[in-house]
């Protein structure tokens, strides 16, 4: 092409980005209220990147649905996206594009611990209010609230509420563990929960290994647990990784029961593994989220993406309808508007009872205490076994 | 006894695959001087066109795997088309952000088109089980090392006996001399990205029975190929293949006696040490395939 020809397209390009908001603007004089920016910032690319496509449904179908009742308070909902790719160093720019860029009024995010971790002193130093419906990191309870970063919150319970009460659990079937965990600061974080439990309960840890996201082949380290021959294995991996794991588990010939953190006990795992769905049977995940607690949003996923409901798009879901938006809802009833500091003083008033996680009310630390769910796949389904209050 | 039986198939699996790709980047870099960091994409891409082939259209395993390899091969020629042969003559910088420019694309689209969940493609050989003496494993891992080394056997014949295997080495040697005595050096070059893009597509057809396909399945794969093209002294076929079957069973010996989380690592510590050692590499010797 010639110069000329990529100047009229640049001309015409130029002419076209200034046409266009004009073009949908409303006519003058209209008075609307002004959208309310809401950014949901998850892995969007990488090997986490399964995580951020779900959070990324759910938004929209939120969207969608406040908006087609007129918005919260006659405010419409617009969408902002960040891309952590599930680490420490990409959150910090996926929080910073949201605030510099995007001008979002809250956060709901990050989806991974170790994002959650590299997040944390944006959102304090920007003064943002962010909402964790993922993050399992016992170390993000110590800086948030009262221990320093007053605009983080946390929805769902932390490894250690977790592993206290599924060591309980594991302690009636297994006397010795092997622990297999994700390399990063969810697999850490859990192990070192877990390692605590288990000597609280008498269970015996025979060993620790932990693995790079995106591996091909585990017959290495599943030849180790053979040597090493615990009761039980706990898994501290996500669904996309643990069909993999599974078959090469099968193949290897290991018979252990199994326990699992991350999302092995979802529908996720099940349709990755539908060719041969009784793989993981007997396998029970500690969770706070499952498809039978709210069968109506499983439908509209189903219909809208064809696809079995992802769990982190669904806890992303959970933060916003039931802290979210009752917040800016209280925000803009008390003081009329709903910016960050209104938003982040309504959320520490935020008190949901009969979610279908449980009860959502931050404590001063902004830890909300929700249900804990101890999932067990039979048959190929999903089976509740129990539901853990947990307490303060 | 069985136990390093058990690892010794583990990195003999894994080192067919690093190998199959190796020996793809090997080839590039022999005939063309040029690294092509997006090789470990043509090993994804070539996943999700054998699982098309093979779930989404029913095609028999034979079929479906060749027709992935097929599908490659002419992506390797327009990728040479369309990439490789407006950067050749350009500085290795320029060269190094294309080629990581275009794996970058690659990956992204691949979210786009085929979304995040992993793509299982599981065979009947996948999940059929062989127990030799105290080690078990699925007949798919005996597949992808038979046809490794029928691959591996037919490309050395290939490079030694065909015309245009020739053509490869000779241009391995030298381009220019290649050029004055007639030899077409742009058409040696397009079929050679399209046979390491073949190969990529090889190894995802024998391999992702048995792991599972995503888009970022290549991003390590591309280091670990490209550990083992140093490590065999770059250009050098022979020497790729070997130095990936090396990592391979470093890697699973390592990860199966010292550490899990650090098996990666070990790939690049031997490299590092090998070099040390002998700088040239482990065959060391000029560049020609």
């Not at chain 1, 929080?95 to 304090?124: E, M, N, Y």
């Not at chain 1, 069968?295 to 982190?312: F, G, S, T």
């Not at chain 2, 077409?184 to 390491?196: H, K, N, P, Y």
Request: proline share 4%; aromatic share 10%; net charge positive.
């Amino acid at each position: 092409m010639t110069r000329t020809g990529y100047r009229t397209i640049g001309v015409a390009i130029a002419v076209g980005l200034a046409w266009g908001p004009a073009a949908d603007a409303p006519p003058a004089g209209a008075q609307t209220a002004p959208p309310l920016r809401v950014g949901f910032s998850s892995a969007m690319t990488g090997p986490s990147a399964i995580t951020g496509e779900g959070v990324k449904w759910a938004a929209q179908m939120l969207a969608d649905e406040y908006n087609a009742k007129g918005g919260i308070m006659g405010r419409k909902i617009e969408l902002y996206f960040g891309d952590n790719a599930g680490t420490p160093g990409e959150a910090v720019s996926a929080v910073r594009k949201l605030v510099d860029v995007d001008r979002v009024d809250v956060i709901v995010g990050q989806t991974h611990s170790g994002a959650c971790l590299g997040a944390l002193p944006v959102v304090k130093e920007l003064q943002v209010p962010m909402v964790i419906e993922a993050c399992s990191h016992p170390k993000i309870r110590d800086q948030i609230g009262k221990n320093g970063n007053e605009w983080a919150f946390r929805v769902n319970p932390d490894d250690v509420m977790l592993a206290n009460q599924f060591a309980k659990f594991i302690v009636q079937s297994s006397k010795t563990v092997s622990i297999f965990a994700q390399n990063d600061d969810f697999g850490r974080g859990a192990a070192a929960a877990y390692d605590a439990a288990f000597k609280k309960v008498g269970v015996k840890l025979v060993s620790t290994e932990f693995f790079d996201r995106g591996q091909a082949d585990y017959r290495p380290v599943l030849t180790r647990v053979k040597r090493a021959n615990p009761e039980g294995v706990l898994l501290v991996m996500l669904a996309s990784e643990g069909s993999v794991f599974m078959r090469q588990f099968r193949e290897i010939g290991l018979t252990q029961k199994l326990y699992a953190r991350g999302s092995m006990g979802t529908v996720e795992f099940l349709y990755q593994v539908r060719d041969s769905p009784n793989i993981a049977d007997g396998l029970v995940e500690a969770t706070y989220w499952t498809p039978a607690l709210d069968p109506a949003w499983e439908k509209q996923w189903l219909e809208r993406w064809k696809v079995p409901v992802r769990i982190h798009g669904s806890l992303a879901a959970i933060a916003f309808r039931y802290a979210v938006a009752p917040a800016i809802e209280q925000a803009i009833k008390k003081t009329g508007k709903a910016d960050r500091k209104a938003i982040r003083d309504a959320l520490e008033e935020v008190d949901v009872p009969n979610t279908p996680v449980g009860r959502i009310k931050f404590d001063d630390t902004h830890q909300a205490f929700i249900n804990m769910l101890l999932v067990e796949i039979n048959g190929g389904q999903l089976k509740v076994l129990e539901k853990i209050p947990i307490q303060p | 006894m069985s136990d390093l039986l058990e690892q010794l198939v583990h990195g003999l699996t894994l080192g067919s695959l690093y190998a199959m790709v190796a020996t793809g980047l090997a080839l590039m870099f022999g005939v063309v001087r040029l690294i092509n960091f997006a090789h470990g994409e043509f090993y994804m891409l070539g996943g999700y066109a054998f699982w098309y082939a093979y779930v989404e259209l029913g095609l028999p395993y034979p079929v479906a795997g060749l027709a992935a390899v097929a599908a490659m091969a002419a992506f390797g020629l327009a990728y040479e088309r369309a990439v490789i042969r407006t950067i050749l003559a350009r500085t290795w910088h320029v060269q190094l952000i294309a080629t990581l420019a275009t794996s970058i694309t690659l990956t992204n689209l691949a979210i786009i088109v085929f979304g995040t969940q992993p793509k299982e493609v599981p065979t009947r050989l996948s999940a059929a089980i062989l127990e030799v003496g105290g080690v078990r494993m699925v007949w798919q891992r005996v597949l992808v090392l038979v046809a490794a080394v029928a691959i591996f056997a037919a490309l050395e014949w290939f490079v030694a006996h065909a015309r245009l295997g020739k053509a490869m080495r000779a241009m391995s040697q030298n381009r220019e001399a290649c050029a004055v005595v007639g030899v077409d050096v742009q058409q040696v070059a397009l079929a050679t990205f399209g046979i390491s893009a073949g190969l990529a597509a090889a190894a995802a057809a024998l391999v992702s029975p048995l792991f599972s396909i995503f888009p970022d399945v290549g991003a390590l794969l591309t280091l670990k190929a490209f550990a083992a093209v140093i490590l065999g002294g770059f250009g050098y076929v022979r020497g790729a293949i070997a130095a990936a079957f090396l990592i391979g069973i470093a890697e699973s010996l390592a990860a199966g006696y010292l550490s899990y989380a650090y098996k990666d690592a070990i790939a690049f510590v031997v490299m590092v040490a090998v070099l040390l050692v002998r700088p040239q590499g482990l065959f060391g010797r000029r560049i020609g395939i």
